[in-house]
């Protein structure tokens, strides 16, 4: 989740939060609360002063919640920066996902590949999702535990991240056969 989306999240949970304590003291009577609010706009209508108590309990949790989603949820990432006495130094979400599908193409097991790279989390830890087409029907799961190794072993040589999760899926090629492959329109 980007910061902006977070802060935006906190504020809206915090005047939710708040509006709903002003609609209990507004309708229930309450002793302090009721002072400060308004004293006149109270019922005895008990189904009323439910109804009000009810509604103001499922908006409070639910902003409490949204107060929490914002505060624990991890950044999105979509770049990294390197700091150094020389500069600072930006490597792209996109770029690391190009290198990824070139160092497994090179494997030569393997094509049509497509990587998916999440970077989440205040200690920076990356989630990998990696689809491809064997060459050959055969050894599809040695292959996934190929392309696990050098995804691994790339994001550490990149970017000195810890991978937490790597998801490989690898389709054999006559499933693709079926699929049209898509070729240029001559008009």
Same mark, same amino acid.
């Given at each position: 989740?980007?910061?902006? #989306?977070?802060? @935006?999240?906190?504020?809206?949970?915090?005047?939710?939060?708040? /509006?709903?304590?002003?609609?209990?003291?507004? *309708?229930?009577?309450?002793?302090?609360?009721?002072? &400060?609010?308004?004293?006149?706009? /109270?019922t #005895?209508?008990?189904?009323?002063?439910?109804?009000?108590?009810?509604f103001?309990?499922?908006?409070?949790?639910?902003?409490?919640?949204?107060?929490?989603?914002?505060?624990? @949820?991890?950044?999105?990432v979509?770049?990294?920066?390197?700091?150094?006495?020389?500069?600072?130094?930006?490597?792209?979400?996109?770029?690391?996902?190009? *290198?990824?599908?070139?160092? $497994?193409l090179? /494997?030569?097991? &393997?094509?049509?590949v497509? @990587?998916?790279i999440? $970077?989440?989390g205040?200690?920076?830890?990356?989630? *990998?999702?990696? #689809?491809?087409?064997?060459?050959?029907?055969?050894?599809?799961?040695?292959?996934?535990?190929?392309?696990?190794?050098?995804? *691994?072993?790339?994001?550490?040589?990149?970017?000195?991240?810890?991978?937490?999760?790597?998801?490989?899926?690898?389709?054999?090629?006559? #499933?693709?056969?079926?699929?049209?492959?898509? /070729?240029?329109? &001559?008009?």
């Amino acid at each position: 989740m980007r910061h902006f #989306s977070k802060f @935006a999240i906190l504020i809206l949970s915090v005047i939710g939060l708040v /509006q709903s304590l002003w609609l209990i003291g507004l *309708v229930v009577p309450i002793d302090y609360l009721s002072k &400060v609010v308004i004293g006149t706009t /109270q019922t #005895s209508d008990i189904w009323i002063e439910l109804a009000a108590f009810g509604f103001s309990i499922l908006i409070g949790l639910t902003c409490i919640i949204g107060i929490l989603f914002s505060l624990l @949820a991890p950044t999105k990432v979509k770049s990294l920066e390197f700091h150094s006495p020389n500069g600072k130094l930006s490597i792209s979400q996109r770029a690391v996902e190009k *290198v990824l599908q070139e160092a $497994i193409l090179s /494997q030569g097991s &393997v094509t049509d590949v497509k @990587a998916n790279i999440r $970077i989440t989390g205040r200690k920076r830890k990356t989630r *990998v999702r990696i #689809s491809s087409v064997g060459r050959d029907n055969e050894g599809l799961v040695k292959i996934g535990e190929e392309i696990q190794m050098i995804v *691994v072993k790339e994001i550490g040589r990149i970017m000195d991240i810890p991978v937490k999760k790597v998801s490989v899926k690898v389709k054999p090629r006559d #499933s693709m056969k079926n699929k049209r492959t898509r /070729q240029p329109r &001559v008009v």
